[in-house]
């Protein structure tokens, strides 16, 4: 019962975060829209920030990549599915700091970028802790361009962005990990 009472909030919250902002919406609202007890939800929850805190985290979870040569298909599975959700996406952006969002985009990224740089690193001799380097590096930049997007509205014109952030990385990376390898005495 627990888990769908979660579920129930969260869902409830989406809704109407589809046509109001956050900061617009009350809990009374909230538990009323569900039919719950502000004791079921303070149970659950100790703010709204909360259920959007654990919606992004199971999103971020379950967004999580097979193998890494699907890392550009999970990239664009999910810009797509941030584009569809658009106006709940733009009013919970608009509700945090700017380095709260950034915090949770790059989680989201980092595993994506990382099956790509170790996908890259296996024809090189690099070390860990320059796999790692690399992986930060390009989390951070494909983080700034998402974010440079939502500040923008979303527009669909992101797919052409990631177009040209895989032709860097597919560059940066080969070069790189050459380079990397050659300091490595390899």
């Known amino acids: 019962?627990?888990?769908s009472t979660k579920n129930e909030i969260v869902h409830t919250l989406a809704e109407l975060l589809?046509?109001?902002r956050l900061d617009d919406i009350t809990v009374t609202e909230l538990v009323e829209r569900c039919g719950l007890s502000r004791q079921a939800f303070y149970y659950h929850f100790s703010d709204l920030y909360g259920v959007v805190d654990f919606a992004i985290q199971k999103i971020v979870d379950d967004l999580g990549i097979a193998r890494p040569e699907e890392w550009r298909a999970s990239l664009e599975r999910t810009l797509a599915l941030l584009r569809e959700n658009r106006a709940l996406v733009l009013?919970?952006?608009r509700a945090y700091e700017r380095s709260y969002v950034e915090h949770d985009l790059r989680r989201w990224a980092r595993p994506l970028v990382e099956a790509r740089v170790r996908m890259a690193a296996q024809r090189y001799s690099v070390t860990e802790d320059q796999i790692g380097f690399m992986t930060d590096l390009l989390t951070q930049s494909l983080a700034s361009i998402v974010l440079s997007w939502a500040e923008r509205g979303m527009p669909s014109s992101v797919?052409?962005?990631m177009d040209d952030f895989d032709i860097l990385i597919e560059g940066c990376l080969d070069y790189t990990m050459e380079r990397l390898a050659q300091k490595n005495g390899a």
């Open 1 to 3: 019962m627990a888990k």
């Open 18 to 20: 589809q046509s109001k």
């Open 159 to 161: 797919i052409g962005r």
């Open 91 to 93: 009013n919970v952006y």
